[in-house]
């Protein structure tokens, strides 16, 4: 891995870790994927192209490694996932600066982010010890039934740009917790991360090929390779749709189980009874935590014609008043998008919505110079069939929609393929309730704009994905319940 000089003053050397890494050994690697700087355009770094020959040797690595760790027993896992938990505190700060140089995130989001994504190995960490079976006599009352839990055996995951650490994490703390050894294949524009977080996993004890780490600009063929190999036992997706419905149907052909994270279109609902700063509030994190770029920000504002104009006024100041920068600078709100390609597709979503009626009441407008910025955004007199309503717009743009009833609300909420979050803000908790009820998505905040939390399971319904990461069962998408007919 060669780091170009805009780089060096920002992270520590150490975390700077040459090449793939397979069996526990750093590999130069071939070809060179560049690491892209998104608030300049400046390269920052490269990282190593690998093939699918590299990845068959991961999985030789994983499989090699696999026996002993799932004999190792829970404790010692436990300590070793405890002690990379400890050692990502430790040198939070440097994450953090990683993750803002190569994804762009402002500082105050991406330690948000280290936060969180260590939270995952203290939490699995905690979870390794705790597997339980199952005993029960069977209705007869004759026999008996036994049921154990073990490692699914050799995973595959795959990352997203937006959360380079967290999402990672996500994965390995419950894998390695249930004794299952991994490859990680983390998203190319956001690599250094994942690379850096291995270096950490080494030092805290991770045994050669337990975690290895590959990146690839040919991910599908090499992907495909991995699953068509009948050691692979398992495939732990986040990323979107489009790409998740590609390796269900990859994996289909040599079933493989599968965990999906995918896209979300998040509906913000507020109720003319909302405590209006408080909807404000969530609304600002539900919206702009990383800059919009994440899987649960709200995508559509339903707001009740009563509280409809002040809530437009309020998010229109908040957003208004953001300072704009390189995610870096200490002093920036809101970073730059991951790309080019990423503002473009705001830009387009944005000059539709405004074709077809919607007005700006900040923002709106690209902007001219280097780094991929947008302005933070508000949108009022939205059409409920905009195309922003329908695609994520990962983006600092807040399209506001007007609503009256509360049956209107709900079926607006639903009008969607996706079904990962929600959001609804009301006084009367009955009604915050019976709306989140209603709503078809995996998660609900409920007078809360931040609902992520290692404690609790967070995943989709619909097209949102399948199966759940975190919580008490995220440690059971990585183990196979196996049932024991005994007779004693
Ligand atoms: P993406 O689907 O383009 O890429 C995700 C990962 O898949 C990357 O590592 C990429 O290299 C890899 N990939 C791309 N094509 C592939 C293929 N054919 N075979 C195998 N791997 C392939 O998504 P992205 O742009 O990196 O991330 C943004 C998306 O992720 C958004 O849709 C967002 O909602 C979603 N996301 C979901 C969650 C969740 O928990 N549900 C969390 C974060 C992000």
Known sequence: MTFHTAFAGYADPSLHSAGLFIGGKWEAGTGGIPVLD?????????????????????VDAAE????????????????ILRRWFTLMTERAEELALLISLENGKA??????????????????????????????????????????????????????????????????????????TVILKPASETPLTAYAMARLGEEAGVPPGVVNVLTTTNPGPVTAAMLADP?????????????GRILLAEAAKSVVNCSMELGGN?????????????????????KMRNG????????????????????????????????????????TQCGPMITTKAV???????????????????????????????????????????????????????AVYCF?????????????EYGLAAYVYSRDIMRAMRVGRRIDTGMVGINRGLMSDPAAPFGGTKQSGLGREGGVTGILEFMEPKYFAVEF
């Open 38 to 58: 998104p608030s300049t355009g400046n390269t920052i770094g490269e990282v190593p192209d690998a093939g699918i020959d590299d990845a068959l040797r991961a």
């Open 64 to 79: 090699a490694a696999a026996e002993s760790w799932r004999n190792t027993p829970p404790r010692e896992r436990s300590e």
């Open 107 to 180: 500082l105050a989001d991406a330690r948000g982010e280290v936060a969180y994504a260590a939270e995952f190995f203290r939490w699995y960490a905690e979870e390794a010890a705790r597997v339980s079976g199952e005993f029960r006599h069977t209705p007869s009352g004759v026999h008996n039934i036994l049921v154990d839990h073990e490692p699914i055996g050799v995973s595959v995951l795959i990352t997203p740009w937006n959360f380079p650490a967290a999402m990672a994490t996500r994965k390995i703390g419950p894998a390695l917790a249930a004794g299952c």
């Open 231 to 243: 050691r692979v036992r398992k495939l732990s997706f986040t990323g979107s749709t489009g790409v």
């Open 266 to 286: 998040a509906p913000f609902v507020v109720f003319d009874d909302a405590e209006l700063d408080a909807a404000l509030d969530g609304a600002m994190v539900a």
């Open 292 to 331: 919009g770029e994440a899987c649960t920000a709200a995508n559509r504002f339903y707001v009740q014609s009563g509280i409809h104009d002040a809530f437009v006024e309020g998010l229109t100041k908040r957003m208004a008043a953001l300072k704009l920068g390189a995610g870096y600078d200490p002093e």
């Open 344 to 398: 473009e597709k705001i830009d387009r979503l944005v000059a539709e919505a405004k074709s077809r009626g919607a007005r700006a009441t900040t923002g709106g407008e690209p902007m001219a110079g280097n780094g991929y910025y947008y302005p933070p955004t508000v949108l009022e007199n939205v059409p409920t069939d905009a195309a922003l309503a329908q695609e994520e717009i990962f983006g600092p743009v807040a």
């Open 404 to 416: 009256e009833t509360e049956d209107e609300a709900i079926r607006y909420a639903n009008e969607t």
